[in-house]
């Protein structure tokens, strides 16, 4: 800290009457708080980092009735946008998938039970009803679902199943076009932090439009019904 | 007195005595101790890839005594580390989860770990689970301490 201010005053010897409060007092102090000032400055800007996950809250497009399990779009819309990074680290474009129903899923692989549970209904729902459909899992934790984590979690699902990731940015845009609300949780656990997140499958018809939401919990039974359905005769 | 109002006297006395003693045996009978006892049915847990962040597994605990127990965590040769968690509503339309250090398990009432509700993570998979084989995993009770179960793992 350079105290120039007393320095100056000191080399210009001036009588001073004790007690009084003097202008080489009010200055040396002037100077202590702006240095002081200065000091703290650089401390408070060093601080927090630069950027942060600000939680993505979307309101919900519809509101369902209580304890219902679905939601259906008639007349079916065109499904929102969807251009992120495949598990093999390709772009990928949802209207590449169109001539089939698609299933379209927001989870992270961090998940233990609701995204396994929603995923292991769909698959059932598909089997039951010999329809088949393309899967589409679009992780909200990019941070640590990259390419690679999307590839080793959708090969065990299998060849009908896309992993998609991108930036922290990528994703965010992606979950406000779909309505997928998400956030990172507080955690003392060994598995490291869970996700709050919505946990609708959409179903989209094979000309890429939104039919369904399907809502954790509907079960094997109405997903077959409603991709039956939406596959046509 | 005659010794038939004496003979009589006795009888009562000893009539007193057993409905006494009868009833002090009956209060003896029904004076409370402590009843530990808990079910465990259907564990299950899912199968899952190895490198999947975590695998689950879930039963149903039924507390027959009259002692409340909990449910701390638990371990496995499946896993590194076992924890109890709970899937729950986060508001907005989301669900998420939250790490449940202490499941109670209060004394008559049946507490089941299921999907979208509590359920103990596997965390770190030594291996993939895969349907139709089994797993050990031993159940941390507060009360009852160790019990160890044999999970069937199948798709769900």
């Known amino acids: 800290m350079v105290m120039t201010g007393l320095r100056s005053t000191q080399r210009r010897p001036r009588p001073v009457r004790a007690g009084r409060l003097h202008l080489t007092h009010l200055v040396s102090l002037a100077a202590a708080v702006l240095c002081a000032g200065v000091l703290l400055a650089g401390c408070a800007a060093a601080g927090p980092p630069a950027w942060t996950m600000d939680p993505v809250m979307v309101e919900p497009v ?31 474009d949802l209207e590449s998938l169109r001539g089939g129903p698609v299933f379209v899923y927001f989870g992270y692989t961090h998940c233990p039970d609701v995204c396994p549970t929603t995923l292991a209904d769909v698959r059932a729902a598909i089997k039951q009803s010999g329809v088949p459909a ?48 998400y956030r990172q949780l507080p955690s003392d656990s060994a598995n490291g932090y869970p996700m709050a997140h919505s946990t609708e499958t959409y179903l989209l018809d094979a000309d890429g439009k939104l039919r369904h939401h399907l809502f954790f919990g509907a079960g094997p039974d109405l997903i077959a019904d409603r991709l039956t359905e939406v596959a046509g005769p | ?92 339309g989301t669900m998420g989860m939250q790490r449940v250090e202490r499941l109670e398990i209060p004394a008559g009432s049946t507490v089941e770990l299921k999907p979208g509700s509590y359920h103990l993570m596997l965390i770190d998979l030594a291996r993939e689970l895969k349907a139709g084989e089994t797993i050990e995993i031993t159940l941390d009770f507060e009360k009852l301490g160790p019990v160890k179960v044999t999970a069937e793992v199948r798709a769900g």
């Open chain 2, 1 to 92: 007195m005659d010794t038939a109002s004496s003979a009589s006297r006795i009888a009562r006395r000893r009539a007193a005595l057993a409905i006494v003693a009868a009833i002090a045996l009956m209060v003896g009978a029904c004076s409370p101790t402590s009843v530990r006892s808990l079910n465990i049915t259907g564990p299950w847990a899912r199968t899952s890839p190895a490198v999947a962040g975590a695998g689950a597994a879930y039963l149903t605990i039924q507390n027959t005594g009259n002692v409340a127990d909990a449910l701390l965590g638990g371990s496995s040769p499946a896993a590194r580390v076992v924890e109890v968690h709970e899937t729950k509503d986060m508001g907005s």
């Open chain 1, 62 to 92: 519809t509101m369902p009735p209580l304890g219902a399990r679905e939601t259906a779009y008639d007349p079916p819309v065109p499904a929102p946008p969807l251009r992120l990074t495949d598990q093999d680290g390709n772009p990928f």
């Open chain 1, 134 to 181: 393309k899967v589409v899992f679009v992780t909200i934790d990019p941070a640590r679902d990259n390419a690679a984590a999307m590839q080793q979690y959708v090969d065990y699902y299998g060849a009908d199943y896309t992993g998609l990731t991108g930036s922290a940015v990528q994703i965010a845009r992606a979950a406000t076009d779909w309505g997928v609300s």
